[in-house]
């Protein structure tokens, strides 16, 4: 009878529970097994190809260049929102007062709530080369031969998002890095200051060590964030010009659901999944180490 | 994400020794060049900092001023502010599509709210009360489930809501915000719940409410500040969501914003102001959003983060 009641709780967690293995695990346990098909959204028979979407894969040009993008996308953004953000947030603690203080962080924060999409097109119009505003004031300084076509030449477009995500994500993070800064004891900077230690002593020796941790969730989340970017490139470029913005995402995209090749796309889809499974536990790994260290 | 209830409590304790490196290491280290950067540093600090302002707000008041302009001003005078007022873009704009869409990313992120806060309520308050066997279990699953990101499962699930035929319906993307996001809401609400006095359940008890009453009118509204932020990152997730959107949505008058945008540039092409303005009235409602609620905004990204 006790046991009975004690299953009957279960009546709590079952429609959290549901949809997740539904929605969530479902798709990613039959994943694995798609990607061993050969088949197309309209054939009735898939047939059994073993590994051959990750021969694909390992075969293919534009595979390799997506995930170098994504690289790419990974370096850059951990630069500026991780280690720019972190200097943006002490620098804002520091030298900001109160007031004004807020009014800046609710500014940065701005562009981390709109859309992607808004922001993508925004900027879109802005690499414009008819109406965007980088030629013009790049014209206006007298530097027109740095004029591009931005998202128009293989050489620039990548680059070009990732310009736009950094402007999109440098205040989330910066955010984050504040309210972990504010958790750092007072004392500890009253004392440094009393014994002459400057700001950017300060800075090395007790916020960069004092926020580690949430350094290293953010740089967990960055790394994965841009592992699994997807919808910057589908509004700014759509992976061109000629596949040259390409990211593992877009790649999926464009293999399943237009050249309905639905096999090498969940190959695809296990690849990211593995890197993210990576991150994931080495996201775990690092914040266990740290418990027991304490 | 939320792996430790690693605060900043224990992290200060080991730090203690690093700030003694200070005390002792600072007065005989100090650098020569210190005085001169301690007279420019601040000017240049500023600087620095009232420039990002200009690259965070300018490109989005060119994208509001722009709204208001016609197409040879958008041209002829790019930097400055619109010579009149031309409400007409942003209804032009609404009727190539924005309200259409703008409506069904209302309905998407309202259900969808509902039924994501609903439930990982729910699922908290069993976590944290009731005692749930196998509850360790399920919080494992809960964790998996944050890291698993929409892109990997997409290809199956576009056959799975085929067959549960819900595919381009609003049901289709209600349900998948809601099962994507349950991981993280239920943490959240999770760490909330922790802090409230048992005693509360327990008085409860005593008065004969059942756990079910006790949840719905006594633990649901002492949770609201973190409903409330719960419930505004629901909100940012579903209205900005999408590849879901893009890939579970066919017919164009059940687009949401998202997707709806990106055709609408494909349709318009050189009517730029229109575009500005469409741009514009899908990015105010969550910027006002954000400065009305931005407390409770905060609360829910740092708690959700920390713990």
């Not at chain 2, 991981?183 to 409410?209: H, N, Q, W």
């Not at chain 2, 905004?297 to 959700?304: I, V």
Request: aromatic residues 12%.
């Amino acid at each position: 009878m006790h046991v009975l009641n004690r299953w009957r709780s279960w009546v709590w967690v079952l429609p959290a529970l549901a949809l997740l293995l539904v929605f969530v695990y479902y798709p990613i346990v039959e994943n694995l097994r798609l990607s061993l098909y050969s088949w197309n959204a309209f054939s009735a028979h898939p047939v059994f190809v073993g590994l051959d979407n990750y021969k694909t894969a390992a075969e293919d040009p534009i595979f390799w260049r997506a995930l170098r993008n994504n690289t790419v996308f990974a370096v850059t953004s951990l630069v500026f929102q991780v280690g720019f953000s972190l200097v943006l947030a002490a620098v804002l603690e520091e030298f900001v007062h109160q007031r004004l203080r807020g009014i800046l962080r609710t500014i940065y924060f701005i562009p981390a709530v709109i859309s992607i999409t808004v922001a993508g097109i925004l900027f879109s119009f802005l690499y414009n080369p008819q109406i965007g505003l980088l030629n013009r004031a790049l014209g206006a300084l007298g530097l027109d031969s740095w004029q591009h076509s931005w998202l128009g030449e293989p050489g620039t477009a990548m680059w070009s998002i990732i310009a736009m995500s950094q402007w999109q994500s440098i205040g989330y993070t910066a955010i984050l890095f504040v309210v972990a800064i504010q958790r750092v004891p007072r004392e500890f900077y009253e004392a440094a200051r009393i014994d002459g230690a400057g700001r950017i002593r300060s800075f090395f020796s007790i916020t960069v060590p004092m926020v580690r941790e949430m350094t290293t969730l953010i740089t967990i989340l960055t790394i994965s964030g841009a592992f699994l970017v997807f919808n910057e490139v589908m509004v700014m470029t759509a992976g061109g010009p000629s596949n040259s913005s390409q990211v593992l995402g877009t790649w999926l995209y464009r293999n399943a659901f237009l050249n309905d090749d639905m096999g090498y796309a969940s190959a695809i889809a296990t690849v990211i999944f593995v890197i993210t499974l990576l991150i994931g536990a080495s996201q775990i790994y690092l914040s266990r180490r740290r418990r027991i260290e304490w | 994400m939320m792996t430790a209830s690693a605060n900043a409590k224990p992290n200060a304790q080991t730090a203690t020794p690093a700030t003694a490196g200070v005390v002792t290491g600072a007065r005989s280290r100090r650098l020569p060049l210190a005085g001169v950067a301690r007279r420019t540093g601040p000017v240049l600090v500023w600087v620095g900092l009232a420039a990002l302002v200009i690259a965070v707000l300018y490109p989005l008041l060119w994208m509001v001023f722009s709204s208001f302009k016609d197409n040879r001003e958008v041209f002829d005078s790019p930097w400055g502010l619109p010579s009149q007022l031309r409400w007409g873009n942003f209804a032009k704009a609404g009727s190539a599509g924005v309200v259409r869409y703008f409506t069904n990313s209302v309905i998407v992120t309202s259900a969808s709210i509902l039924t994501t806060v609903l439930i990982s309520a729910w699922a908290a308050y069993g976590l944290v009360r009731q005692k749930v066997i196998g509850g360790g279990l399920v919080l494992g699953l809960l964790l998996g489930g944050l890291m698993l990101a929409p892109t990997v499962a997409l290809i199956p699930l576009f056959n799975l809501l085929q067959q549960l035929r819900i595919f381009d319906t609003y049901w289709a993307l209600i349900v998948l915000y809601t099962a994507f996001r349950i991981p993280f809401t239920t943490f959240l609400i999770r760490a909330y719940m922790i802090d409230l006095s048992p005693e509360v359940d327990e008085a409860a008890k005593l008065d004969g409410c059942t756990p079910s009453q006790t949840f719905w009118r006594i633990i649901l509204p002492m949770s609201r500040p973190i409903l409330v932020s719960a419930a505004l990152l629901q909100a940012l997730f579903a209205w900005n969501e999408f590849v879901f959107a893009l890939v579970f949505i066919s017919d164009g008058d059940l687009k949401t914003l998202p997707v709806g945008l990106m055709d609408m540039q494909s349709r318009l092409l050189t009517d730029w102001p229109v575009q500005f303005a469409g741009l514009t009235m899908a990015a105010i409602p969550m910027i006002v959003l954000f400065l009305i609620g931005q407390r409770q905004f905060l609360r829910g990204l740092t708690d959700g983060m920390g713990k």
